[in-house]
Structure formats: C-alpha cells, structure tokens
C-alpha cells in the first residue's frame, strides 16, 4: 500500500538507503502512517499484545536454553537448577512457563474476536487461514515445549499426544516410531523435541510476518464490519494505535506479573514436579489449560462408526475441531460481517462460547458417567455451530441496517 | 508434426525434462538420510529380546517389566479371574478374542500383555474398574481380566507381545 507513503528523505544518508533498502520507507508506511480504521476497539489490541508474548517467549526461551540439558537423564534436574540456582532464574523459567498460558489466552481473545466481527470474511480469508496456521504451530510448540522438564505430566503428554499418530492406517506405528525415535517416548524424543521447540518460534514468526503483510493489504476490518471509504475513516496508526495499543499492553502485564511474582506455578500441576516415570500414568492426566477443549473433544469418540475405530475416529474428531476453522470463511453465509448487526447470529455465538468453556471444563473432569454424555454433546454442538447453524444463519437471518460509513457510526447521522 | 523431432526445441525440452527428473530423484536420496536419522537408532533397537522368570510371583500378583523400553504386565491370574474372562460371550466384545487366544495353552492362569493402553499409551491401573481388569486413568478405558477392552475410548484389546514359554516358570518375550 504505498499510495499511503508521505515519506521524501530528508537527510543524504537516507536517500543513499532509500534506493538500496528501503526500509526506513516500509516503516513510515507499515508501522506509522498505516491508515487505521478509528473505531477499533480494546478487543483489537490483542493483536500488538500478541506480538509482545511471543517475543517474551523468544527472548526467555534463548536464556533458559542456554542453561537447560536436554537428556532424560538430566533435564528434570537441570530446571530444578534454573529455578534454584540460576540469577534471576527462577524469574525467567516463569516469565516463561506463566507466559505461555498468557500468549494462548490472548490468542483465544483474538480468535474470538475475528469470529464475533467477521474479521475472517472477504477479502481477509488469507489472514484467517495464517492466523489458524499460527495457532497450530504455537500448539505444537507449547506441546514440545511442556515436554521438556520432563516431569510426570510432560512425559505422558508426550505418549499420549504421540500416540494419535499410531491410528493412522497402515503407516502408523512405523510412522510413531519414527517420530518417537523409538518404540516409545525416551531421550531421542526429548532431544528432537527440544531441537524443534528451539526453531518453531521463529517459524511463527515468520507466519506473523505474512499475517501482517495480509492484513495490509486489505486494511483493519472493524467493529461495524464497514469497509473505509475514505479518509474520514481512518487515523494514522503511530501515534493514535501505537499508544492505545501501548497502554493495552501495560493492563496485559499486570495479570502477566501478578502470576509470575504471585503464583508462578499456579497454571501447572503438581504432578510435574515428579520427574517422568514411563512405567506409571498419573491417577489424572490432563493437558495444560488452553488444551482443554480440544482433549474433551478427543476423549468424547469412544465408539467406532462404520468402519473406523474409536481411535482413529478421535483424531479424526481431534484434528477436525481445529482444520474446520480453515473452512469457517466459507461455511458463513452471511453478507454482514460484524456481529453488532446480526441479532440471530449474537445469540449463537454466545452458545458457541459458553460451549466452548464448557469443553474446557469438561477436558479437566475425568473421564466417567455425566462427563462423558456431556463431552459428546458439547462435542456435536461445537461441529453444528460450523457445518449447519453458520452456513443456515446467513440465509434465514435478516441483518439490521449497516451505517453507511465509519465516521457515521462514531459521530452519528447528524453530523456526518 | 512430422519433422518435429528433428526441432532442436524438442531435443532441448527432452533434456530439459531428463535434467529435472535426475534433480528430484537426486534430491529425494539426499532428503532420505535427513529423515530415516528421526528412526529408531542401533542402541534402541538392540533390546530385542528378554528372558523373564516367574516363580516367585504369587498368585493374584502382577509385575510390570520392562522390554523393548515398554513396560509389560505379567499377572498371575486367580481362578475366579479366569472363570470370569471365559463366561464373557464373544458378542459383548467390541474387539473379541476368546480368553484362551490370549494366553498360551496350559499356562492360562499367566496373562502377558504389552502395559501401554491401546488408545493413547497410558498406563492403566490393575485391579480396577467394572470389569476386574485394569482402568486407564486418562481418557476411562476399561479392560477385563483377560485385558480385553470393555468400554471407553481404546479401540483394541490390550497388545500381547510375541512370547514363549521356555520353561514352565521362565518366559521369553521378544
């Protein structure tokens, strides 16, 4: 977009970069004049907030690699000795570990946000599918990155999560075991998965890069789903965003602090603090808190269907509650974008959400009587929401009117 | 049409498709090494086989062995255990096996079966759950007491390894 660019170089040094790398250029027109739709609310600024948590993981994660052991032998001990023994590491470990629970519960504010304004909607469905790309790098990431203290609840992460792979047909096992490096989960696994903890953050980051670039191009979608018309519309986004987005970051810090100075382990469980051992399971297995639903959904297929087994069946159900999300800008019928001007599909989303908290709930229950009936019915409600009542609502639903332009629907018809 | 191949352009696409082709197979061979080295290595692999003996274990006992780093249970079933495996007719099994395919013929009262559950690797717990047998304390499977899945998520029965009998209190796993 660089009909927005006002940017002439002043000084001869600048000129000299301007022709080589215009860098100087892409910042003026990317980070500081971008035109910026005025209306965004708080809810938009999780975008900056997440850029903020994954470089707080990077950053922590290259210092805490620099003093942990990758070897099953020796990894449990050696964040025990982070925690203990390190300056400032016992800061660091939990900036860390307390600020991968802070990066998945910005990013489900985010997600959630896209779907209740439409943000996934034409002509933004690349954005979307690069931002549930991202989600599922960053879940494999936290999963490899969960595994390595090598505690009770890490290992049996491990078993259990790799284990999904042995239900694919004919190549499962052989592919288990190649993804294992061994017949089950042992100091071959740790290594390659500390190996690739290590190199997926910056794969995400690269994924940032594009989401951003494809956010660009089309411009911010908004809380009225109207498209700018001009520049009445618009602000520049330094120093109107940058600052808004600035303070929105400073009230994200402070629940961040209040648990890495507070409760730093609060988040885990307890049984991590046993060190992995491959012949007992712990009495409870459950995945950290931003898996739960996803967990509630795997343990729901109990039953096979035709000729697919229980097993095979829940990865599939599994894997599905996440790709479906690459479909969602074609499953919603629905001209409108915004939510604010959907009365039936408001009701619905909400359904959705209190669903899917339900599914979180229900992945921490064991598994046994009441728990499993409802994990299958959250389970079904959550698939319904996707395949029929979005693709439903967009026909049957009668919107209500749109504001004509942005500027009217934040100064009102009177004054536009 | 007729003189095309004598058009130098055909010549050229031919080696043209020739040079890509010897690329792609050159480069999957050297893509090969990069991905069989995530493989089970030498010192993995070496744990073949192992010889466990059973006299000291008691009746109504379980012990979990390790093999091929996978722990292994071997219980020492009571007679009511067994009575209650072979009453279970085949039609309520979700995977069936009689009781008798999963022990070796005179040695019925001995039941050896890989540890890992079927559905996702857990461990399950012994002597536990409606049925008698073990109850995987992840996702609710339960097996009876020939390890025989009965409910919940597993879609198998639990996994007897290859054994033998080398004598009649020592077995040979692998």
């Known amino acids: 977009m660089s009909e927005h660019s006002t940017y002439t170089p002043g000084t001869g040094i600048e000129k000299w970069l301007d022709e080589r790398l215009p860098i100087i250029r892409f910042s003026k027109e990317h980070l500081m004049d971008f035109p910026t739709p005025k209306n965004l609310n708080y809810w938009w600024t999780f975008g900056a907030i997440l850029v903020m948590c994954l470089a707080v993981q990077i950053v922590t994660g290259i210092i805490l690699a620099m003093h942990y052991t990758p070897n099953v032998a020796l990894a449990f001990d050696s964040v025990e000795h982070i925690r203990r023994n390190v300056n400032g590491g016992r800061i660091i470990q939990a900036t860390h570990a307390v600020g991968a629970s802070m990066f998945f519960a910005a990013v489900y504010i985010h997600i959630f946000r896209g779907m209740y304004f439409g943000s996934y909607k034409a002509p933004r469905e690349i954005l979307w599918i690069l931002g549930v790309l991202i989600f599922l790098l960053m879940m494999a990431t936290a999963f490899m990155g969960y595994v390595l203290p090598w505690g009770q609840m890490s290992g049996w992460a491990a078993q259990v999560i790799t284990n999904i792979f042995s239900f694919i047909p004919i190549i499962g096992t052989p592919l288990l075991e190649l993804l294992r490096g061994g017949f089950t989960v042992d100091n071959p696994t740790l290594n390659r998965f500390f190996s690739l903890h290590y190199l997926l953050p910056f794969v995400i980051a690269a994924v940032v890069a594009l989401h951003i670039w494809a956010l660009h191009v089309p411009g911010n979608n908004n809380p009225t789903g109207v498209d700018v018309k001009d520049s009445r519309d618009t602000l520049p986004f330094h120093p109107y965003y940058t600052m ?81 999300l690459f479909l969602l800008p074609w499953l919603d019928t629905s001209k409108v974008r915004s939510g604010n001007f959907r009365p039936m599909f408001k009701w619905f989303y909400w359904l959705f959400v209190i669903n899917f908290i339900g599914l979180t709930y229900l992945g921490a229950q064991p598994a046994e009587g009441i728990y499993v009936i409802l994990s299958k019915i959250c389970t079904a409600y959550y698939f319904l929401h996707f395949i029929v009542i979005l693709p439903v609502l967009g026909r049957i639903e009668t919107p209500k009117p749109l504001p004509t332009s942005i500027s009217e629907s934040v100064l009102g018809k009177a004054h536009a | 049409m007729a003189d095309n191949h004598k058009d130098p352009k055909n010549r050229r696409d031919f080696l043209f498709v020739a040079t890509g082709a010897v690329a792609a197979v050159g480069a999957a061979a050297t893509v090969w090494p990069l991905i069989n080295q995530l493989n089970p290595d030498a010192s993995t692999l070496a744990l073949a086989s192992i010889e466990f003996g059973l006299d000291g274990i008691e009746e109504g006992q379980s012990v979990t062995i390790m093999w091929r780093g996978l722990p292994v249970f071997v219980r020492y079933r009571t ?59 992840c996702h609710g499977s339960q097996f009876d007491t020939a390890g025989r899945i009965r409910k919940g998520p597993a879609p198998t029965n639990l996994i007897i390894p290859p054994y033998e009998f080398v004598s009649d209190t020592l077995i040979k796993i692998g």
Not at chain 1, 272 to 291: D, G, L, R
Not at chain 1, 297 to 322: E, K, P, Q, W, Y
Not at chain 2, 94 to 108: I, L, N
Not at chain 2, 109 to 137: K, R, Y
Request: charged fraction near 15%; aromatic fraction near 16%; proline fraction near 7%.
């Open chain 1, 244 to 324: 808004k987005d600035a303070f929105g970051m400073v009230l994200f810090m402070i629940p961040f602090a209040w648990f890495i100075f507070f409760a730093p382990d609060i988040l885990g469980h307890p049984d991590n603090y046993v060190q992995y051992n491959s012949q007992v399971t712990p009495a409870h297995i459950v995945p950290e808190w931003y898996f739960l639903p996803f967990y509630a959904i795997l343990r729901a297929i109990d039953f096979n269907l035709l000729f697919i087994n229980s097993g095979l069946l829940g990865v599939i159900f599994f894997g599905g509650s996440i790709l479906i």
């Open chain 2, 79 to 137: 007679a009511d255990e067994i009575a209650e495996a072979k009453a279970v007719p085949l039609s309520e099994l979700k995977d069936p096996a009689t009781d008798e395919s999963r022990t070796k013929e005179g040695h019925e009262q001995w039941l050896v079966m890989l540890a890992n559950c079927t559905h996702l690797g857990c461990i399950p717990i012994g002597e536990a759950g409606e049925f008698d047998g073990w109850s995987c304390p």
